[in-house]
């Protein structure tokens, strides 16, 4: 399951090389290979009305440094910025950038553009089958 993860972000990242919503910046920075399929854990698993970095590791399944190195650089590329916290003046949540609000909006579309590929590589029915097993893993327990 790991390498079909890989292969279907590998796939998406490259749809976003060539996506016309795309920030350009960004676009360029994909095409080259120099954005990761680690970009994929922040446009997944940010909230659009932002989260903190904890929220952000826990859902992404990182530790809080890692997150923060990868909000850092994503950061650094005008996708994300860190703000207050309205309900803790202590924290920081990270939000969307209106760039980044592109980027997300082209992640879906490519998103959906690479689940439609496996679809027809693979069949209406199997990509269901895939599709319910997942589902059903995703809201299993765990051990």
């Known amino acids: 399951m790991g390498h079909a993860l890989r292969r279907f972000d590998a796939r998406v990242l490259a749809l976003m090389a060539h996506s016309a919503e795309a920030p350009l910046a960004l676009s360029h920075l994909a095409a080259r290979d120099q954005v990761g399929a680690a970009i ?32 850092d650089q994503c950061a650094a590329w005008g996708l994300v910025r860190r703000e207050p916290d309205p309900r803790d003046a202590r924290a920081k949540r990270i939000v969307f950038t209106p760039a980044g609000l592109d980027w997300l909006q082209a992640f879906r579309q490519a998103v959906q553009q690479a689940e439609a590929e496996f679809r027809e590589q693979v069949g209406a029915s199997v990509a269901t089958v895939v599709a319910l097993g997942l589902e059903a893993y995703a809201d299993g327990d765990q051990p």
């Open 40 to 71: 994929v854990h922040i446009t997944r698993h940010l909230e659009r009305g932002g989260s903190r970095l904890t929220e952000l590791a826990d859902r992404a399944g990182m530790s809080k440094q890692a997150m923060g190195d990868l909000v």
